[in-house]
């Protein structure tokens, strides 16, 4: 079934190609009436008959004329006292012959046929310009003999009046033919119409199927999107606005589906935050109590017996030991349900990588105590700069926490190689932080960013989940994957740069 753009489309395409061929049938109309009222106008059929007509009025005087002076010719008294006188008929022939300057041969015949004199105009007539008639009459008087005649007439004359009567024809068959040329006429133009308009209906309906398709699959999208799947795409072909605009439906709903995993994460961390902050709470009271009561208990006892105070040493100990973890644990989950929103400003990553590469490793630094005598740490920032909204002190942290654990996953395997890189890629600044380590397993890359999910012995499990708070916040990526070149973890954020004209 055919949707209402289609028809739109179609009609709209079958206007723009008929409205001009119907505005060039109705001129060509008006200028056929107007050429033929010229051309063919009832004074030109008129002045054509007439014409014709006085060309054959013409003919017949001629004739007339000729036949009047043949007979006046027999009539002449010198011919007729001149018959049966051979050569008194030759003078008066031959001067016959010069009084009518149209006459090519003159003679006068016996009743038997047999010719008594003659005359003849020297050198003939040309049969290409004139034509012979001969004309033959008897002689007056009582004479058995005839006088005949041989006239030159121009063939240009008949040529004229042949001609004339052939336009006349034409011109006849032409208004004769009028209606029929005009039916003819339409008849074309019609079919042309007629053609066009099933042409362009086809052509108009193909065209925007190929447009409502592109549309259908859109909304067909845009309708999986309101429902919650933020992961449709529509395939972005052609170069046109269409093509523009899956393109920017793509990058939307890929930055709908970012900001909404960004907003679940940050949910989720919010939730731990406050869980943490209540652990923190909770651990926190009862730990100097305890550690108090042993160690006055300790304090209490006389000695007398040496096994029980040397029992009483090692739970002293233990309770200590024990009670410093968790303390130690408790400062973590406080500094992380501590953690403050990020507040962005303009700044400079390259600087901000440069200031951390330049400051001393420390205990307290981004390396562990253990790690950093056996890591070698390679910085490869080749961007002169990276202007972007950040909030260095949080950044740095982020950084930081990466940069650690990479040490510390090579800590366990010896001497190793942490790399730290920046590029600029696709209008973002993409850092990479990798080690030669042991790499994060498959099956924990889609947890590991997660609070309290740990592949360490002894960790907390919250530096990543702080990190990714800080890029989430940011408006940036972070991944995990495997590093090609080293072999073991590679961590990669991405953050969106600011125009340098900002």
């Known amino acids: 079934m ?13 206007l723009t190609a008929t409205l001009p061929l119907v505005v060039a049938i109705w001129m060509s109309n008006a200028l056929f009436l107007r050429a033929s009222a010229v051309w063919l106008n009832p004074d030109v059929d008129k002045q054509l008959d ?52 149209d006459v090519e041969r003159v003679s006068v015949q016996s009743k038997d046929g047999i010719v008594v004199s003659a005359a003849e105009r020297p050198g003939g007539i040309l049969e290409a310009t004139h034509r012979r008639v001969e004309v033959i009459r008897p ?57 066009t308009a099933i042409g362009t209906i086809g052509l108009g309906f193909i ?47 890929a930055e709908l ?34 550690q108090l009561a042993v160690q006055q208990c300790h304090r209490k006892y006389d000695g007398q017996n040496p096994r029980y105070q040397e029992l009483l040493n090692a739970s002293v100990e ?42 001393p490793w420390t205990v307290d630094d981004e390396l ?3 790690s950093a005598p056996s890591v070698h740490v390679e910085w490869s920032v080749n961007v002169s700069t990276m202007p972007a909204a950040i909030d260095r002190q949080l950044l740095r942290l982020a950084l930081g926490n990466l940069i650690r654990n990479a040490g510390d996953a090579i800590g366990d395997r010896g001497k190793g190689i942490v790399r730290i890189s920046a590029r600029v890629e696709q209008g973002e600044a993409v850092i990479a932080v ?27 499990g919250l530096g990543l989940a702080i990190t990714m708070k800080i890029i989430v916040e940011h408006g940036g990526t972070l991944s995990v994957d495997t590093s090609p070149e080293l072999g073991g973890a590679r961590f990669t954020i991405t953050l969106p740069l600011t125009p340098a004209s900002r």
Do not use: C
Request: proline share 3%; aromatic share 6%; hydrophobic share 40%.
């Open 2 to 14: 055919l949707g209402k753009t289609e028809r739109r489309l179609a009609l709209v395409i079958l």
């Open 50 to 101: 007439q014409g014709v007509k006085l060309f054959r009025d013409y003919v017949k005087a001629e004739k007339s004329r000729t036949k009047y002076q043949v007979e006046a010719m027999a009539s002449r008294p010198e011919l007729v006292h001149a018959a049966g006188d051979k050569q008194r008929l030759e003078t008066a022939l031959a001067r016959l012959l010069d009084e009518t300057p």
């Open 139 to 195: 002689l007056g008087g009582d004479h058995e003999e005839t006088l005949s005649i041989t006239f030159a007439i121009d063939r240009a004359f008949e040529h004229d009046l042949q001609h004339a009567g052939e336009v006349r024809a034409l011109y006849g068959q032409l208004v004769a033919g009028k209606e029929a040329l005009f039916s003819g006429y339409l008849r074309a133009f019609a079919a042309l119409l007629i053609a």
């Open 207 to 253: 065209l925007a199927r190929g447009v409502t398709k592109r549309i259908a699959r859109i909304v067909v999208a845009m309708r999986k999107v309101t429902s919650g799947d933020w992961s449709v795409r529509v395939p972005v072909t052609g170069s046109d606005e269409m093509t523009e605009l899956a393109s920017t439906f793509n990058r939307m709903s």
């Open 257 to 290: 589906q970012a900001s909404r995993a960004r907003i679940a994460y940050l949910q989720r961390i919010e939730v731990w935050q406050q869980m943490a902050q209540r652990l923190a709470h909770e651990i926190k009271n009862p730990l100097t109590p305890i």
């Open 318 to 359: 233990i309770v200590e030991e024990e009670v410093g973890t968790l303390r130690r644990l408790v400062s973590n989950f406080s500094r992380f349900a501590r953690l403050p929103s990020v507040e962005k400003r303009r700044d400079d990553l390259v600087q901000l990588l440069d200031d951390m590469q330049s400051r």
């Open 368 to 370: 562990s105590q253990e």
């Open 434 to 460: 990798e080690d030669s380590g042991a790499g994060v397993a498959e099956a924990v890359r889609d947890r590991v960013f997660e609070p309290y999910v740990t592949t360490k012995e002894h960790g907390t």
